[in-house]
């Protein structure tokens, strides 16, 4: 069963930093892209950043120059450096994996991150 694994998460001031992982096992990890989503309390599920499997990444506007998005094919993880972080950062942080052109999608389970001021 393909699992993925987010960790990483926690409470930090404005300003810090944290570094989001994610482990993945029983999938053909450097065929799927990978993104990062993020879910704050009372909104919906918003793209953060992906990665496809070639190594060519994209940002959604509100993290543009704070935030990095990478990938060992290796190691099978994800990861997301999260820099200079502000209150409106505060989510809970999924990992997402897909199959290129077609619905095959797995989840993960998530990892908090609180930012306070």
């Known amino acids: 069963q393909v699992q993925l694994v987010e960790s990483g998460g926690g409470l930090v001031q404005t300003g810090g930093s944290l570094r989001l992982s994610c482990a993945a096992s029983?999938?053909?990890?450097?065929?799927?892209?990978m993104a990062w989503y993020r879910q704050a309390v009372g909104k919906e599920r918003e793209l953060v950043a992906t990665?496809?499997?070639?190594?060519?990444?994209s940002y959604a506007d509100f993290v543009k120059g704070r935030f990095t998005i990478s990938r060992d094919n290796a190691k099978n993880t994800v990861s997301l450096q999260m820099d200079r972080l502000k209150p409106d950062v505060t989510a809970v942080y999924y990992c997402?994996?897909?199959?290129?052109?077609?619905?095959?999608?797995?989840w993960g389970t998530g990892t908090p991150v609180t930012v306070s001021s």
């Open positions: 997402k994996a897909q199959y290129p052109m077609s619905g095959i999608i797995y």
């Open positions: 029983k999938l053909p990890f450097n065929v799927y892209h």
């Open positions: 990665i496809t499997n070639i190594g060519i990444t």
